[in-house]
């Protein structure tokens, strides 16, 4: 296709002016082979990955056949992780943004049922979340979705991993049968074929993976003696000197070690893992995400969902068990169009299914071949602070940018990205400010109250 442009697919006026705002200026490849038709009602089951802008190609679909006025949910979207229903929800309010009253909710395990009950009280028309706890509440007859106009099954390939296909099997059960389906999946496997049979009516089958910004991303691979593999780690990123780096571990164990490891090596890193409590995985999310923390060791199940821009380098320590967890892992990197370094690790019987993965545009090297990391130290600029106020509080970024240049004197330079959840708002700051940041917004306050301020430890 040609032309790019959203204005062909007869879109309203605001919803155009919106996707103007926010910068999208043409379709992606996903979203021009997939917008007709999902315009057109049609089950469609798209090959894409996050960052091939997905969302946005079922979400302008979906938020297009709301009705306003009808107070019921129209559309679900299923996900595999918390974190990725929460960038989807996002994103949905997003591109939702001037549609007045529209109401969006994320309902996702892992967090108290009860306000969700609460929540529910008055439905929402759009619901996001992940298939146990979405079966939960219609199990309990606390939600419906007998008049649910649009099913989304996003990544459905780690919905299938991660042995989901009972719950969502059981949730199309509470569905109409005249409802359309549209399944997003980085990668098309037999399984995932299999679920658009048994769920999808005629689906079109949309595929731009290969398409995709080809050879963005430079593919290295370093096998290592046993044993070096951890040292070796330490070589690759001096070598790269990255400014944010994912390194992929295959167990938890192995990413604990791993981080441990690089932070008694002169490298700020923390470990992303299923033990960590709810709080302790958003500050090291919110640290990674604000650039904070230039290294997040994460297995693949707790880096789900993660969406960070400019990701320079994704290190696979250890080769994953299977190729679609590595094409899943490194298309982190090189995002829309812009270039990335994937490098992966590899040793003792790894090295049989490495072979196998030889072509001419991967490189392929011993370890030891690599540079000594020679005192090298990767550590980030900035620290992050936390204010005990929120969206609740009605605050926004202009005010904490505000009090920080203002009252409190410190120069826009110096004051890195500023998030603001429901309680709390994070700020990125120079290092060497932070106390006289957390001092200064004690006492001056912010909107005219004071708030408790710390640093993210
Ligand atoms: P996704 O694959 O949905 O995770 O999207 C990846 C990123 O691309 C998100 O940050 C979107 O906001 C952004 N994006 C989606 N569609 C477009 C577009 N047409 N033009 C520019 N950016 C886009």
């Known amino acids: 296709m040609n032309d790019m ?22 379709m992606t490849a996903i979203q021009a082979q997939s917008l007709p038709h999902v315009l057109q009602n049609k089950d469609v089951i798209a090959q894409a990955k996050t960052g091939s802008g997905k969302t946005a190609a079922f979400g302008i679909g979906l938020l297009n056949k709301i009705e306003l006025k009808n107070y019921s949910v129209q559309a679900l ?26 109401k969006i909710i994320t309902l996702c395990g892992g967090v108290a049922i009860g306000s969700q009950i609460k929540s529910l009280s008055h439905p929402a028309h759009i619901v996001v979340g992940t298939p146990g706890r979405i079966l939960k509440h219609l199990d309990k007859n606390y939600m419906r979705i007998d008049g649910l106009k649009t099913l989304v099954l996003d990544e459905a390939d780690r919905m299938l991993d991660m042995g989901f296909v009972e719950d969502i099997q059981k949730i199309i059960e509470f569905a109409p049968n005249k409802r359309q389906t549209l399944l997003f999946s980085a990668t098309y496997t037999d399984e995932v074929r299999s679920l658009s049979k048994s769920i999808q009516k005629s689906a079109v089958t949309v595929a731009t993976i290969d398409t995709e910004s080809p050879n963005k991303i430079t593919e290295m691979f370093y096998e290592s003696a ?5 040292s070796h780690l330490v070589n690759i990123i001096a070598k790269e000197e990255p400014k944010n780096v994912l390194v992929f571990a295959n167990t938890k164990i192995d990413a604990k070690e791993v981080a441990r490891h690089l932070r008694n090596n002169g490298i700020e890193a923390a470990a992303l893992h299923g033990d960590l409590e709810q709080y302790q995985r958003n500050d090291v999310l919110v640290k990674f995400t604000n650039g904070t923390l230039p290294v997040l060791v994460a297995t693949d199940v707790a880096a789900r969902g993660l969406d960070i821009k400019e990701l320079s380098l994704v290190i696979n320590y250890g080769l994953p068990f299977e190729h ?19 490098v992966t690790l590899y040793w003792g019987k790894q090295a049989f299914k490495a072979k196998k993965m030889q072509n001419s545009s991967r490189q392929f090297d011993k370890a030891s071949t690599l540079p000594k990391a020679n005192g090298y130290i990767l550590k980030a600029q900035n620290g992050t602070i ?53 001092k200064g917004l004690k006492q001056s306050g912010l909107k005219g109250k004071r708030f408790s301020v710390w640093i993210m430890k």
């Open 226 to 230: 046993a044993d070096l593999n951890l």
């Open 386 to 438: 936390v204010i005990e106020a929120g969206k609740r509080n009605k605050l926004r970024p202009g005010d904490i940018l505000g009090a920080l240049t203002g009252d409190v004197g410190l120069n826009g330079k110096q004051i890195g990205k500023i998030s603001i959840y429901d309680k709390q708002s994070y700020v990125a700051i120079e290092r060497g400010l932070i106390n006289k940041a957390i």
């Open 324 to 342: 679609n967890v590595y094409t899943h892992r490194i298309g982190r990197t090189g995002r829309a169009g812009s270039t990335g370094i994937a």
């Open 77 to 102: 979207v299923l996900c595999p992780t918390r974190e990725l229903a929460d960038q989807v929800t996002k994103d949905l309010r997003r591109l939702a943004r001037f549609t007045e009253n529209i």
């Open 5 to 26: 442009s959203f204005s062909q697919l007869h879109l309203s006026k605001l919803v155009l002016d919106n996707l103007a705002e926010l910068a999208y200026e043409k």
